[in-house]
């Protein structure tokens, strides 16, 4: 029996209408772990997957590589540390796709443990790009992500145990659910300040950039989740913070306990939520569960 419509035409979901395909980018992703997760979306993902990268010929040669596994990615240029760059992308996507549906902030920088750069200099380069120029993205594209749309944010297991070794009052500020973006961006800035200075461990921070840089993310996701609950409320958008675990990249080393793929697994799982659903929302996920924050 034919199934008949009170409408002429069939209903059609926003994210998959014919005039906007499904698109998902992921940042910092021609190697490691952003590098897995576009080949698990090209499997798993309805749409167009794009691998970004700031290198153009890194870039096209990952996408070489996944091609010919038989996956059909598409490569789109994109610096998180230029503004123009951002820019660019988020035209892009707005003109070409009418927006994103997903978005994987995966783009991060760590140094090595024995790198001897002093450890000022270590904060505000690992900040700049972790924290600031992350949360530039996010500001960017924030406004072009679909309704049902996922974002990801690409966090560590290192932002709790830093939040962990903050002082108490610092604690306090991390966890609370009034703490606004502008008094995060200046805690970040004062930790950079301060570990320039040298007094970082004396006004309450963990000796651990990479950490901090991490924990401003997680608590930048549980803002900005917030946020589009307060101003997007029926758009059904789910951002997420996670931890993709110890996997084997140039950043973690060869000793990790995960492959790549196996890492890409939160961050994929938490991309591809089912339509309708409504949490995880503003979480730290790992593993693919919640985790107290």
């Given at each position: ?103 994987i902030n995966n783009a991060g920088i760590a140094f090595k443990m024995a790198d001897k750069t002093p450890f ?174």
């Amino acid at each position: 029996m034919a199934v008949r419509y009170l409408n002429p035409d069939p209903p059609v979901r926003p994210a998959e209408s014919m005039s906007n395909p499904r698109v998902a980018l992921v940042t910092g992703s021609n190697k490691g772990i952003g590098f897995a997760v576009v080949r698990a979306l090209c499997k798993q993902f309805t749409g167009d997957v794009y691998l970004s990268a700031r290198d153009v010929g890194r870039g096209t040669k990952a996408v070489e590589s996944l091609k010919a596994e038989g996956l059909e990615p598409l490569f789109r240029h994109l610096d998180i540390t230029d503004p123009e760059s951002v820019r660019a992308a988020r035209d892009f996507f707005k003109e070409k796709y009418g927006g994103l549906d997903v978005l994987i902030n995966n783009a991060g920088i760590a140094f090595k443990m024995a790198d001897k750069t002093p450890f000022g200099i270590q904060a505000e380069v690992t900040l700049k790009t972790n924290f600031l120029s992350t949360r530039d993205m996010c500001n960017m594209f924030l406004p072009i992500i679909k309704p049902g749309g996922r974002v990801v944010n690409v966090s560590s297991v290192m932002s709790s145990i830093a939040l962990s070794r903050c002082s108490p009052e610092l604690q306090a500020r991390f966890r609370s659910e009034d703490i606004t973006e502008e008094e995060l961006v200046q805690l970040m800035k004062q930790f950079i300040q301060d570990a320039q200075n040298g007094v970082h461990t004396k006004k309450g921070w963990p000796d651990t950039a990479y950490g901090v840089s991490k924990l401003g993310l997680t608590v930048l996701s549980r803002i900005h989740a917030w946020q589009l609950r307060r101003e997007r409320p029926g758009d059904c958008i789910l951002l997420n913070a996670c931890c993709p675990g110890w996997v084997r990249t140039d950043m973690a080393g060869p000793n990790a306990t995960k492959s790549p793929d196996e890492g890409a697994i939160t961050p994929v799982y938490l991309a591809l939520l089912p339509a309708g659903s409504n949490e995880p929302h503003g979480q730290f996920v790992s593993e693919k569960q919640v985790q107290v924050w």
